[in-house]
């Protein structure tokens, strides 16, 4: 009896031992953010756009932000169209000039960018895009320039995942957007980036166009 107790005993023990082996502790669990963490991670990875005429002056501006550390980025088309020259700002005042666009895609609205090495030297800070693809109801962040000096960010849920806009795919989300946003990245809790700030929909007060990390990557790929 004792022997069989024993044995029982063991087994048990063992089996604790392999389920505690094989559970994600709390140091392998990704976290999750909230709007300061989010804004912390990012900030330096995202920038403010001047769009320049070949006279020098100002035709448009808007947010962008970093995709790599050699300095490819990504931005809404229309915040560079047309334009003869860019001047880039990073959050802690950086001016880096002969920043270019490789790619873009006007219908869809994306533009693929590359910045010069910064003048510091060392690699620039970068927001990876998200793989899976986001549901109803998910938390949100967005973070744009609506000045130059002055990048915000503002929470809000996936309204639409996939939603058909003028024949183009978008994301709906209810975090605020204003002018000068246009460009920036809208951020998962993980601080990863689900697509890039395009507009606003007119027809419903409070709800703005986000277009996707998957539209971005078939432009990266080009």
Known sequence: MKRGIGALALLILTLAVFLSANAPSEA?????????????????????IRNLTKEGTLRSVGTGFVLTEGGQAATAYHVVKEAASLEITLSDGTLIKGA???????????????????????????????????????????????????????????????????????????????????????????????????GSLRTMQGIHLVVGNKQFKELESK
């Open 28 to 48: 392998q669990k990704e976290p999750v953010y909230g709007a300061k963490d989010v804004y912390s991670n990012a900030e330096k990875a995202v920038f403010y």
């Open 100 to 198: 270019s666009v490789v790619a873009y895609d006007e219908f869809m609205d994306t533009a693929l960018l590359k910045l010069p090495k910064p003048p510091s030297g060392r690699p620039y800070s970068a927001i990876a895009w998200r793989e899976a693809s986001v549901a109803h109801g998910e938390r949100v962040f967005a973070i744009g320039y609506p000045l130059k000096a002055t990048p915000i960010i503002t929470e809000g849920i996936v309204s639409s995942p996939k939603a058909e806009i003028n024949s183009r795919d978008r994301i709906l989300i209810s975090a605020d957007i204003a002018s000068g946003m246009s460009g920036g990245p809208v951020l998962d809790e993980y601080g990863e980036a689900i697509g890039l700030i395009s």
